[in-house]
């Protein structure tokens, strides 16, 4: 089984800073893409960021320039650094991987349980 676990969401004043972490952990023998989504009440789940497994990173228009993705391969683990925060980013955000268990099995894609972000004043 594979799993991934999300921390650090939480409530920030706009203008404030939020760091997220997602672990992934279980039988696992390649980790190829790690992304964020977020998905606000009433809304479609949409993209936030996405890095590949050679740091590559690409992201949502909505977020350029104030949010930043990166991944420690070594740990299984990626990171989402918000900063400048609105409110319109308030949202439960979700992390999502690329995995593949075993050199035999085909590649899945797997979520975590999602953390909820609130930027209000």
């Known amino acids: 089984q594979v799993q991934l676990v999300e921390s650090g969401g939480g409530l920030v004043q706009p203008g404030g800073s939020l760091g997220l972490s997602c672990t992934a952990s279980?039988?696992?023998?390649?980790?190829?893409?790690m992304a964020w989504y977020r998905q606000a009440p009433g809304k479609q789940r949409e993209l936030v960021a996405l890095?590949?497994?050679?740091?590559?990173?690409t992201y949502a228009d909505s977020v350029k320039g104030r949010f930043t993705i990166s991944r420690d391969n070594a740990k299984n683990t990626v990171y989402l650094q918000m900063n400048s925060l609105k409110p319109e980013d308030t949202a439960v955000y979700y992390c999502?991987?690329?995995?593949?268990?075993?050199?035999?099995?085909?590649?899945?894609?797997?979520w975590g349980q999602g953390t909820q972000v609130a930027v209000s004043s």
């Open positions: 890095i590949t497994s050679s740091g590559s990173a």
């Open positions: 999502n991987a690329d995995i593949q268990r075993t050199a035999t099995i085909v590649r899945l894609y797997y």
């Open positions: 279980g039988s696992i023998f390649r980790i190829y893409g």
